[in-house]
């Protein structure tokens, strides 16, 4: 995933229907710069996340977007996805390394240095760090600063993305601190006018950081 510019790091919601989601998912794409695609249906089991990998994969990858499965590296591996994306808390990272082989690892390292640091030695490709806002999509107590997303650019090579409650209201303080990628879920998924619209408006606002 290139970082020359902060980029949109775009995760499903949390359900979904994998054909009905192939128009709102190419629309997205295609309005705009996009990183990667992060496939994240944490209530799904195994036969569903691989129909609807399946069904969205192709989506994605023939758009030169990254496709990033959330949790599970053995299956990312087993169905062609770029990459897996796991929790520093849900999964020793060198296994996962270990599981994914060249593909791309993510790790969510909350509000933690040492975790981030940790995850980079272990052979993380990338290391999240968040949330910094209130998230429709996910509860949690972690309230990341964005000063962590400056010490981390400043002092490391890994690229880092930000998550959790980021809108176009909010993600210049993130872009400006360093952030190579803003995951996003509502502000394009829920966005009044479209898809399209929210990712329209996530790259106007980038780059207005900028």
């Known amino acids: 995933m290139s970082t020359d510019r902060c980029r949109l790091y775009l995760v499903t919601p949390p359900s979904l229907v994998p054909q009905d989601f192939v128009a709102p998912l190419s629309a997205a794409l295609d309005a705009g710069d996009v990183g990667a695609v992060q496939l994240r249906l944490k209530e799904a089991d195994d ?14 990858q023939s758009r030169d977007v990254a496709f990033i499965l959330n949790d599970r590296p053995d299956l990312a591996v087993r169905s062609g996805c770029d990459g897996a994306h796991v ?26 240095c ?3 640091m940790i995850a980079g030695e272990n052979g ?3 290391v999240a760090y968040g949330a910094f806002f209130p998230s429709p999509s996910k509860d949690t ?29 909010n993600c210049g303080a993130l872009v400006k601190a360093g952030a190579d990628f803003l995951a996003v879920i509502s502000a394009v998924w829920a966005h009044p006018d479209g898809p399209a619209a929210g990712v329209r408006a996530m790259n106007k606002a980038i780059d207005a950081a900028l």
């Open 124 to 126: 993380a490709d990338y």
């Open 47 to 60: 036969d569903a996340v691989l129909r609807a990998i399946d069904v969205l994969r192709p989506v994605v």
């Open 141 to 169: 107590e972690v309230r990341a600063d964005p000063d962590l997303l400056r010490w981390w650019s400043e002092m490391m090579e890994l690229p880092v993305v930000a998550i959790g409650g980021i809108n176009t209201e």
């Open 87 to 112: 929790g520093a808390d849900d999964m020793d990272v060198s296994k996962a390394r270990a599981i994914l082989g060249d593909l791309q690892l993510g790790v969510s390292c909350y509000d933690s």
């Open 114 to 116: 040492d975790a981030a």
